[in-house]
T-cell receptor, first 113, second 113 residues
């Protein structure tokens, strides 16, 4: 069964628009970790954020913000005032036993000038 | 630190040939992961090691795939014999025991003709 669902396959926005990438997860564990990674066109996977299941505080880092809601099993990612350099594939991931990490299918974001 | 180092970066081979992908994790990291990325299946966890011991290999596609970690600084993923459907980007990642943020290598792009 898929543990991490990123329903948006592709999103296209115009520069300066805000965009939210959705992530819904499924787990029976009470302790787990959620992540977002970015994969730019160059292909590497870049860590963006980690959140543990006991910390539902939203986080903001510059133009990036994350909204974690256990009630809806969601961990959404918002980019404010998007820029062309934000164009990438973004992956949400879940680590249930602290040891492995399973990824969603990814959302390809294209930001047009 | 040089990060996670993978080789080769690109490999083109013919069906039936043996392929060996190599990974050097970050020094001090005691977890090592192998992932495969394809358009159809996304990022799949193939196998991961803890202290050089394979912990979960349930993601290994079939017997043609094998992975070893003879010491803390080296791991291999071998495909024998290779098939065109094995064409993918193979990522190696590592992390320390105190944290579960994975650091990824640049990936090895495999093309099997």
């Amino acid at each position: 069964a898929q543990k991490v669902t990123q329903a948006q396959t592709e999103i296209s926005v115009v520069e300066k628009e805000d965009v939210t990438l959705d992530c819904v997860y499924e787990t029976r564990d009470t302790t787990y970790y959620l992540f977002w990674y970015k994969q730019p066109p160059s292909g590497e996977l870049v860590f963006l954020i980690r959140r543990n299941s006991f910390d539902e505080q939203n986080e903001i880092s510059g133009r990036y913000s994350w909204n974690f809601q256990k009630s809806t099993s969601s961990f959404n990612f918002t980019i404010t005032a998007s820029q062309v350099v934000d164009s990438a594939v973004y992956f949400c991931a879940l680590s249930e036993k602290k040891n492995d990490m399973r990824f969603g299918a990814g959302t390809r974001l294209t930001v047009k000038p | 630190d040089a990060g996670v180092i993978q080789s080769p970066r690109h490999e083109v081979t013919e069906m039936g040939q043996e392929v060996t992908l190599r990974c050097k994790p970050i020094s001090g990291h005691d977890y090592l992961f192998w992932y495969r990325q394809t358009m159809m299946r996304g990022l799949e966890l193939l196998i991961y090691f803890n202290n050089n011991v394979p912990i979960d290999d349930s993601g290994m596609p079939e017997d043609r795939f094998s992975a070893k970690m003879p010491n803390a600084s080296f791991s291999t993923l071998k495909i024998q014999p290779s098939e065109p459907r094995d064409s993918a980007v193979y990522f190696c990642a590592s992390r320390g025991s105190g944290a579960n943020v994975l650091t990824f290598g640049a990936g090895s792009r495999l093309t099997v003709l």
